[in-house]
Nanobody
C-alpha cells in the first residue's frame, strides 16, 4: 500500500519557520520525483492544489514556485525515504494544508497548471498568524 505521511505543521508567527517531513512507504520512492503542494483555507471555486516545489528522483535538481523561492527549501533522502520542506520567513498567505506528492515526472508547474500528482498524503496544516 502506498503511503505518504506528512508531519511538522503547526501555528507560527509571521517571519517564523517550520520544517515539514513526509515519510514514504509502499512504492519506489528513490525512483520517483516528489513535490510539495498546498491548498489555501478558502480557495477560489475550481482551484486545486498549488504546486510550490519539486525535485527529481535523485533529489539533486530542484524547482520552486515564485511565491516561495528563496524562503522554502526542499530535500529528499532516498535512504530514509523521507522528503522535507523547510519553510522560512513565513507569511500569513502561506497558511494552508501542505501535502507531499509523488509525481509521474519532474517538472515546474505554473500557477495556472492543473497539478495532479500520482500519489498524495493526507496533509499537515500550517497556520501563520500573529
Amino acid at each position: 500500500v502506498v503511503r505518504l505521511m506528512e508531519s511538522g505543521g503547526g501555528l507560527v508567527q509571521p517571519g517564523g519557520s517550520l520544517r515539514l517531513s513526509c515519510t514514504a512507504s509502499g512504492y519506489n520512492f528513490a525512483g520517483s520525483p516528489m513535490s510539495w503542494a498546498r491548498q489555501a483555507p478558502f480557495p477560489p471555486p475550481g482551484k486545486g492544489l498549488e504546486w510550490i516545489a519539486g525535485t527529481n528522483a535523485a533529489g539533486v535538481t530542484f524547482e520552486y514556485a515564485d511565491s516561495v523561492r528563496g524562503r522554502f527549501t526542499i530535500s529528499k533522502d532516498n535512504d530514509k525515504k523521507i522528503f522535507y520542506l523547510q519553510l522560512n520567513d513565513l507569511r500569513i498567505e502561506d497558511t494552508g494544508m501542505y501535502y507531499c506528492a509523488s509525481d509521474p515526472f519532474f517538472a515546474h508547474y505554473s500557477p495556472n497548471d492543473d497539478y495532479v500528482p500520482t500519489y498524495r498524503g493526507q496533509g499537515t496544516q500550517v497556520t501563520v498568524s500573529a
